[in-house]
T-cell receptor, first 116, second 115 residues
Framework: DTGVSQDPRHKITKRGQNVTFRCDPI?????LYWYRQTLGQGPEFLTY????????KSRLLSDRFSAERPKGSFSTLEIQRTEQGDSAMYLC??????????????FGQGTRLTVV | AQSVTQLDSQVPVFEEAPVELRCNYS??????LFWYVQYPNQGLQLLLK??????LVKGINGFEAEFNKSQTSFHLRKPSVHISDTAEYFC?????????????FGTGTRLTIIP
């Protein structure tokens, strides 16, 4: 197992274009999270999946953002009609099946999005 | 809702000197507490966590932290730092409920080790 994998690592796009990011969690981790980290800030929660069900979305997740986890394994995050304010690092994290609370969340290396 | 305050955005420390990175939190419910480290162009790695029990927790790379409930603090310490400790450090909390355990992060402290 190689940990949480995110693709691409970097993405430069023109304003108004759509982008899609992929996250492959650690095998058999049923919980998956997306966070956004802007320059000089800590990561902010965007959305959470338990298996294929999206159970919570932050108010940060505008209508232009959509996330899926169709088979309860990998997840995608799509941003439509990108804006310069979307420029950030998008981090994915996964957690093991329920083994009690407080289990560690493992983070991927992130996808850095730059909107020009 | 929870919030995390890391008052020091940057901390320069001489190599082999001790360091303390401060973290205070606010929450209306009981929380779990975490410290993560982020090296340049990398994701976050867990240093240590407090769930319950002893208020002094030890983590990886020689770091430790002490939970102080009355002061709502969870400061991170290391008795002697190395060049390799240069990184961004984030304090985070999650609630103790049976919800999604999402993390609420502070704004981070950049630790710079001076040779």
């Amino acid at each position: 197992d190689t940990g949480v994998s995110q693709d691409p690592r970097h993405k430069i796009t023109k304003r108004g274009q759509n982008v899609t990011f992929r996250c492959d969690p650690i095998s058999e981790h049923n919980r998956l999270y997306w966070y956004r980290q802007t320059l000089g800030q800590g990561p902010e929660f965007l959305t959470y999946f338990q298996n294929e069900a999206q159970l919570e979305k932050s108010r940060l997740l505008s209508d232009r953002f959509s996330a899926e986890r169709p088979k309860g394994s990998f997840s995608t995050l799509e941003i439509q009609r990108t804006e310069q304010g979307d420029s950030a690092m998008y981090l994915c994290a996964s957690r093991a099946r329920d083994r009690g609370v407080g289990t560690e969340a493992f983070f991927g290396q992130g996808t850095r999005l730059t909107v020009v | 809702a929870q919030s995390v305050t890391q008052l020091d955005s940057q901390v320069p420390v001489f190599e082999e000197a001790p360091v303390e990175l401060r973290c205070n939190y606010s929450s209306s419910v009981s929380v779990y507490l975490f410290w993560y480290v982020q090296y340049p162009n990398q994701g976050l790695q867990l240093l240590l966590k407090y769930l319950s029990g002893s208020t002094l927790v030890k983590g990886i790379n020689g770091f430790e932290a002490e939970f102080n409930k009355s002061q709502t603090s969870f400061h991170l310490r290391k008795p002697s730092v190395h060049i390799s400790d240069t990184a961004e450090y984030f304090c985070a909390v999650s609630d103790q409920g049976f919800g999604n355990e999402k993390l609420t992060f502070g704004t981070g402290t950049r630790l710079t080790i001076i040779p």
